[in-house]
């Protein structure tokens, strides 16, 4: 059997452990009654979430993320994306042309959507694990990390908020990184995951960059083995990062920087980022020394401190610097993701 079927039937295989996988935990929620969509006192940001795509459903605008009837008169601006509730949308409406009822569509949208994102993530967990560890650690990444992911509850039936989205696109990007050597495609879509979890929200700021730091590093420590790698997820990232700056930020807002959501503080950062990283690999010579990439990615890392020092400043403190502090005092400081990682350990060191 030849490479390319070898790697097809790994593919299928994977594919397969995933899906049986997310049926097993889709059927334990289904026995249990799928009691989360029944739960009037669900998870806010889920609730809020169906509101949200109740309203583009019902007409309001795409470029119009203001939620009119909370807070204040007039009410506020939600810093979400709409890359989230387009498919949620897309399965409601699908789920109300085949059952006449909408309320039934958007219970089929609740446990449809957590399930394909639960059976995703399984996926690319899989590929990960063949990739770092062989066939061999694909079985035990499958049972360790769905239980990992089924207790964690992002997966939910219910769970419309973004973090289950923004783990999923997080596990393709390194998975399809760790493929990129045997396929040419891998970087690039490996990069427009990277780009599209950042849009979705910045609490994968870290994630991204961690994975943008690995490529490069890999890129000094190899420029042959590595070049084209390099260039496609910087090509990737960059071009991804400014459609979606043009396909959800209205033209109004594209010179107004938001910390806590993607704006154009964020795609100009993605877009040097990816075109330098890109740039770099592709004039860098053959005979180019470790030292010389290193040195211009390093110059590269300056440019963009430099940009943001300069043009956004009010976002090296942190997404919610501007916040009123009674806001801070009362609602943000008791939410977990919102804390820094020093806080998090300091409430519970175990």
């Not at 999923?168 to 990069?191: D, F, K, N």
Request: proline content about 4%; overall charge negative; aromatic content about 8%.
């Amino acid at each position: 059997m030849g490479t390319a079927e070898n790697g097809a039937a790994a593919w299928k295989s994977d594919l397969l452990l995933a899906l049986l996988a997310a049926l097993l935990a889709l059927a334990v929620d289904a026995w249990t009654g799928f009691g989360q969509l029944t739960d009037a006192g669900g998870d806010n940001d889920n609730l809020l979430r169906l509101v949200e795509v109740r309203d583009l459903l019902a007409g309001q605008g795409w470029f119009d993320l203001r939620q009119y009837r909370m807070g204040l008169e007039g009410g506020f601006v939600m810093h979400w994306s709409r890359l989230v509730d387009a498919p949620i949308a897309a399965i409601v409406l699908a789920a109300s042309a085949l059952t006449g009822s909408r309320p039934l569509a958007e219970d089929v949208a609740q446990v449809l959507w957590p399930a394909l994102l639960f059976w995703s993530t399984l996926f690319f967990t899989a590929r990960a694990a063949r990739g770092f560890g062989g066939a061999g650690a694909v079985l035990p990444a499958i049972l360790v990390g769905g239980a990992g992911y089924y207790f964690l509850g992002i997966y939910d039936p219910g769970a419309l908020d973004h973090h289950n989205v923004q783990l999923m696109l997080t596990m393709a990007s390194l998975a399809l990184l760790l493929e990129a050597p045997a396929r040419r495609w891998a970087a690039l879509l490996s990069g427009l995951c990277a780009a599209l979890t950042l849009a979705v929200g910045m609490e994968t700021v870290p994630y991204v960059a961690t994975i943008g730091v690995c490529v490069s590093r890999l890129f000094v420590a190899d420029r042959s083995g590595e070049r084209t790698i390099a260039r496609d997820f910087g090509l990737g990232f960059a071009g991804v990062a400014a459609l979606v700056f043009v396909a959800t930020i209205p033209p109004p807002a594209w010179g107004v920087a938001e910390c806590d959501a993607f704006s154009v503080a964020q795609f100009v950062v993605a877009a040097i980022a990816g075109v330098g990283l890109a740039a770099i690999a592709l004039v860098e010579p053959a005979a180019g020394s470790r030292q010389r990439r290193l040195a211009l990615l390093a110059a590269l890392g300056v440019v963009l401190g430099a940009v943001v020092a300069a043009l956004f400043p009010q976002c090296l403190s942190a997404p919610y610097a501007n916040l009123d502090p009674r806001l801070k005092e009362l609602w943000l400081d008791h939410i977990d993701e919102a804390q820094s990682l020093f806080t998090l350990l300091a409430q519970d060191p175990a």
